[in-house]
């Protein structure tokens, strides 16, 4: 009996578990980064100034508005780029093929997913670069359209997944009225189905953005590092994540600029966070109806 | 008469609407496979003659322009195999207590949502935490066991929600049983809810064993090296307390740091890390077509 009591605290531990990593995550992160947020790093200057000189012997600066700017127009481009063919995929596996093609089409999306990113930022340096090189004549293709391509390719499997069901979620009884008068597969779908699914689609395109967001490997090697405000999508940037990928080897431990990637990673928590919590908040609406 | 059927502009415009709206639709699924297949089709085509059993049983040499990628193999194994250790347990304990313990109410409300958060932190928010946490705080130093305990945590969502799902998937009759026979809450998960979610519970194991091999990012700054010579052809040829290679780091160090690496080199890295997560994701997908095949409820 004893034997089972323990068993039974060492469950509930587990189940709380996910609770203390998310905390401790944040903690961690913030413990290493806390020294510099609140003596020295001027917050105005890091969110809305651009220049990022963090290894500069005499003009030490810390402005990351061109990071962010990085991150906000690489996922802005890729969601462009997925939402619609995200959402339009999820319609199709859900409402218009057969159980076969769904099935195929759903380990294809599943094998898509299993990608890591790694080999993404290869297929973007290897594949993608020379491509844009040829079609735009552009003396070198790793730009914020070579991620956005990447990151949408990437978010493509996470929206067709969570869209797909947010749209079986709609009761049959719905499509059934629809079609009973004498409405077509792409009226119900347009009339009736959008309308009652919408929040499990927004929750879905906003996983979407939470995973460009965060994205690492594939931006960091597929966009080209520089600290720029882009003016156009053939122009290469650096987003949040690659710069804690590309700086943090070099940083020395506790130093400035060491805690100010943290701090970056504090950001880059938050960001997902609130992203994320949304999704679950939207998704919940449906839930409740 | 036949007038009376014949198709009013009305209707015409239905069907080609929905012919329209049909294509479209497929379009864009279908633009999922492409570069799928092309990917693939490159890599194999790529990589071409490269790939050889010399390969991956052989120490990178010469700064990695020749030789084979055994010890980031290796290394990668090791990461995989002590992550999965810790996450396993972890995660389908986790799942038993949301699914067999927890009410209904804002407590299991709020562990859904860490869940669901956790997923969502990104990869390199994740290495930052491993590099406080368990490089610098609790002293473990740049190691596997730093870099396998980050990959753990990472993935451990993975496994939540899949042996979740399966065990959801057993009919509520089957543990209403096993209480009426003088079952005790325990006994009725070790013996009849856990048994019958097996299928499930591997899969997750499996997802996340796909996952985690392809990370880069959570080890870079915890534990993985770019290069380290090792024993050839010895497994335990790694100390836990060591860094190591992986084949996602060695992928990205080759493609990125190493000029004049063989052109093939860094196509046949690609394929055997998409390789590996293909075959770990065939193997879930069979799994759970044979579960779902021998069903009987």
Same mark, same amino acid.
């Given at each position: 009996m004893l034997g089972e009591k323990a068993l039974e605290f060492l469950i509930r531990l587990c189940g709380v578990s996910a609770i203390l990593f998310v905390f401790g995550i944040f903690f961690f992160v913030f413990r290493e980064g806390v020294g510099f947020l609140f003596r020295g790093l001027n917050l105005r200057e890091f969110l809305f100034t651009t220049e990022w000189y963090p290894t500069s012997q005499s003009n030490v600066r810390y402005g990351a508005l061109s990071l962010i700017v990085g991150t906000l127009s690489v996922t802005t481009l890729a969601m462009i780029l997925a939402v619609p063919f995200g959402l339009g995929a999820a319609l199709f596996v859900s409402e218009f093929c057969g159980k076969r093609l769904r099935e195929g089409l759903k380990i294809v999306i599943e094998l898509l997913a299993a990608i890591p990113s790694v080999v993404w930022g290869f297929i973007g340096i290897s594949l993608i670069n020379p491509l844009i090189q040829d079609v735009f004549h552009t003396p070198i293709g790793l730009n914020v359209l070579n991620g956005a391509?990447?990151? *949408? =390719?990437?978010? +493509? /499997?996470?929206?067709?997944?969570?869209?797909?069901? *947010? =749209?079986?979620? +709609? /009761?049959?009884?719905y499509r059934e009225a629809s079609l009973a008068l004498g409405a077509t597969h792409w009226q119900t779908v347009w009339r009736v189905l959008l309308p009652?699914?919408?929040?499990?689609?927004?929750?879905?395109?906003?996983?979407?953005?939470?995973?460009?967001?965060?994205e690492t490997m594939a931006v960091l090697m597929a966009t080209g590092h520089a600290i720029n405000i882009p003016h156009s999508p053939l122009d290469p940037v650096r987003t949040l994540t690659a710069t804690i990928a590309a700086e943090l080897g070099e940083a020395a431990e506790g130093s400035d600029h060491y805690q100010v990637l943290f701090i970056i990673g504090i950001l880059l928590f938050l960001l997902t966070f609130v992203v994320n919590l949304t999704a679950d908040l939207v998704v919940k609406g449906i839930g409740k109806k | 008469m036949s007038a009376l059927f014949a198709e009013t502009a009305l209707v015409r415009k239905k069907k080609r609407n929905e012919l329209i709206a049909r294509s479209i639709f497929g379009i864009m699924a279908s633009s999922m496979v492409i570069p799928l297949l092309l990917i693939i089709g490159y890599l194999v085509y790529r990589a071409g003659g490269y790939l050889s059993w010399e390969f991956l049983t052989t120490n990178p040499t010469h700064g990695m322009r020749q030789g084979g990628i055994w010890s980031a193999l290796l290394g990668t194994i090791y990461l995989v195999g002590i992550s999965l250790m810790v996450s396993a347990p972890i995660g389908v304990l986790a799942a038993v207590y949301l699914n067999e313990y927890a009410k209904e109410n804002w407590f299991a409300r709020i562990i859904n949502l860490a869940v669901v958060n956790l997923a969502g932190v990104p990869s390199i928010v994740h290495?930052?935490?491993?590099?406080?946490?368990?490089?610098?705080?609790?002293?473990?130093g740049r190691s596997i066991i730093a870099a396998s305990l980050t990959l753990a945590i990472m993935t451990l969502p993975v496994i939540i929600a899949?042996?979740?799902?399966?065990?959801?998937?057993?009919?509520?009759?089957?543990?209403?049983?096993?209480?009426?026979?003088?079952?005790?809450?325990?006994?009725?998960?070790?013996?009849?809810?856990?048994?019958?979610?097996?299928?499930?519970?591997?899969?997750?194991?499996?997802?996340?064993?796909s996952r985690a091999a392809g990370e880069t990012a959570p080890i870079m700054f915890t534990g993985a090296v770019f290069f380290k010579r090792l024993s050839e052809g010895q497994f335990f040829a790694y100390n836990l307390k060591d860094q190591c290679m992986a084949l996602s780091m060695h992928l990205y160090t080759v493609t990125t740091q190493v000029p004049n690496a063989p052109e093939e080199l860094p196509y046949a890295i690609a394929l055997v890390l998409v390789g590996t997560s293909f075959l770990a994701n065939t193997a879930a997908i069979i799994v759970r077509t044979v579960l779902r095949s021998r069903k009987k409820w």
């Open positions: 391509i990447l990151l *949408a =390719l990437m978010s +493509v /499997p996470i929206m067709v997944s969570i869209g797909e069901d *947010a =749209l079986k979620a +709609v /009761p049959d009884s009652a699914a919408k929040n499990g689609l927004l929750a879905a395109v906003l996983l979407g953005v939470g995973r460009a967001v965060g | 290495a930052l935490f491993g590099l406080g946490a368990f490089v610098l705080f609790a002293r473990m899949s042996t979740k799902e399966a065990l959801a998937a057993v009919p509520m009759s089957f543990r209403e049983a096993c209480w009426n026979v003088g079952a005790t809450r325990w006994q009725t998960i070790r013996r009849i809810v856990l048994p019958n979610s097996m299928t499930g519970i591997l899969t997750g194991v499996i997802l996340q064993v």
